[in-house]
């Protein structure tokens, strides 16, 4: 990981206001606990957590996401990203706070689900494992490169009921699809997630936070007016 950050004066001024500063700095420096989702389109929970734990990994269940555990590396290897369960589809590698948004939203079967700003598809596979397989789930994002791992996680996952399409969340308006659901994990500053790229910290600047407020009110005000008569839209950021 990089060097402990600098916080600039800016930002401690704007988060002593919104926040208790010590306890989010000292949050923010803290190691994020590696966590798995079990991809049930294709494997079950017990066998998988065998096939984990013989590489001598620990599981403890996340308390909000029945398929969700925290991986403890007891022994040996530590690259959860490069096993056979992984390249199989058995399970993604996704932050627990990341797998709390699509059970928010609720998916069902057989329902039309938008899921705005799919890329890299931790939310989209997991909507789409709530759905099984049953129903249309637009996967979406707004930049061309960020479709390339979008496909790439959704072909490894495995859900056959997945549409990917590119474009800017304004002209869903155009397209006429009225949605059961619509999950939008908006463009954000990422100051919730610090201690997972301290990056966050060096590029962050006031111009930025207003410009992605704007973007922002934009895709909400756009997206609860293509919900269908007493739809969901769940919002969600990293700030």
Known sequence: MDE?????????????????????KQISLTYLRRSIRVNTLKIGIPELKKRIE??????TPIPWCKEGFWVEHQE?????????????????????ASMIPPLVLDPQPGETILDMCAAPGAKTSQIAQCMKNKGILIANDYKGERLQPLGINLQRMGP???????????????????????????PCSGTGN??????????????????????????????????????????????
Request: proline content about 4%; cysteine-free; charged content about 25%.
């Open 54 to 59: 013989r590489q001598h990994w620990g599981l």
């Open 4 to 24: 402990p950050p600098v916080f600039k004066p800016a930002f401690i001024e704007r988060y002593q206001k919104l926040t208790d500063w010590e306890t989010f």
């Open 76 to 96: 040996g290897r530590r690259d959860i990203g490069n096993t056979i369960e992984h390249q199989l589809g058995y399970y993604f590698v996704q932050e627990a």
């Open 194 to 239: 610090i201690r997972r790229s301290y990056k966050t910290i060096q590029i962050w600047n006031p111009d930025a936070i207003r410009r992605l407020a704007g973007q922002q009110k934009t895709l909400i005000e756009t997206l609860f007016s293509i919900l269908k008569e007493g739809g969901t839209l769940v919002y969600s950021t990293f700030s």
């Open 160 to 186: 056959t009921n997945v549409i990917i399409t590119l474009m800017e969340g304004r002209y869903f308006i155009k397209a006429g699809i009225p949605f059961d659901r619509v999950l939008v994990d908006a």
